[in-house]
């Protein structure tokens, strides 16, 4: 356990020495990037860090920076273990580092070309993953957040299967319900058992009856962290033929 307190700020800040170690760090390192990178003069003017200009300026830049910071105190304190209101915890240190550092670059991974390091690191992730569940082959690539996750699901699904309804249970995401309405993909809402988890019976019952393109089961719900009976519904997909979707 202790050794997590290594990758974290703490709660009082007790570990920023270190934070600031290695963000000093990614500073100089960005710094000589960009110098050795090209041979070419620097396109500032000469003294321009002595200029007036420059005095003004970044005077009102630590102003306006400082204004934003006290702004940012009226945040809620997200990092503190005592907080359990929301899903929001304090990212780790090398979270933070990272993030950091891919600001500095300003990669883009719409396309290889824009982005080949964070392309890579992305793969690898999607790798690790794969091996994780113990799956020998497979694709996926990472995304903002989850409602976006759940949307381009969707959406292939869609595309490929081009006609079909969705179905998912009451205790899903509200996310969904949204997605389909993005989509224009119509949907029906499985009630839940004591458990909180899909309802078979109810599923099969919609399957018999509509062209399901499309089932979403949880592997913990959001509320309550239920997990739908996933080896029952792997059951009914090889009957009904339709996707199944694990959020």
């Not at 000589?32 to 990178?37: L, S, T, V």
């Not at 793969?123 to 082959?137: A, H, I, P, R, T």
Request: charged share 30%; proline share 4%.
């Amino acid at each position: 356990m202790e050794t997590l307190f290594t990758y974290f700020l703490g709660p009082k800040g007790e570990n920023t020495e270190l934070f600031k170690k290695l963000i000093n760090l990614a500073i100089e390192w960005n710094k000589k990037w960009r110098e050795d990178f090209f041979d070419d003069e620097t396109i500032y003017p000469e003294n321009f860090f002595e200029s007036e200009i420059y005095k003004v300026e970044s005077e009102k830049l630590e102003k306006i920076f400082d204004e934003f910071l006290k702004r940012f105190e009226k945040n809620l304190p997200y990092f503190h273990p005592r907080y359990s209101a929301q899903m929001l915890k304090d990212p780790s240190i090398p979270a933070l580092l990272a993030y950091f550092v891919t600001m500095l670059t300003n990669p883009n991974n719409h396309a290889y070309e824009g982005g080949p390091v964070t392309t890579e690191m992305e793969m690898e992730v999607v790798d690790d993953l794969l091996n994780l569940v113990g799956f020998k082959e497979g694709w996926g690539h990472l995304t903002s957040g989850g409602s976006l996750a759940n949307l381009e699901a969707l959406w292939a699904v869609r595309d490929f299967r081009k006609d079909g309804i969705a179905v998912f249970s009451k205790g899903s995401h509200y996310s969904w319900r949204r997605i389909c309405s993005i989509l224009k993909v119509d949907f029906v809402e499985i009630d839940v058992d004591e458990n909180y988890r899909i309802d078979l019976n109810q599923l099969e019952d919609v399957l018999k009856k509509n062209n399901v393109m499309f089932v979403m089961a949880n592997f913990g719900t959001t509320g309550v962290g239920a997990v739908d009976p996933v080896m029952e519904i792997l059951k009914l997909k090889e009957k009904y033929g339709f996707h199944l979707h694990i959020d």
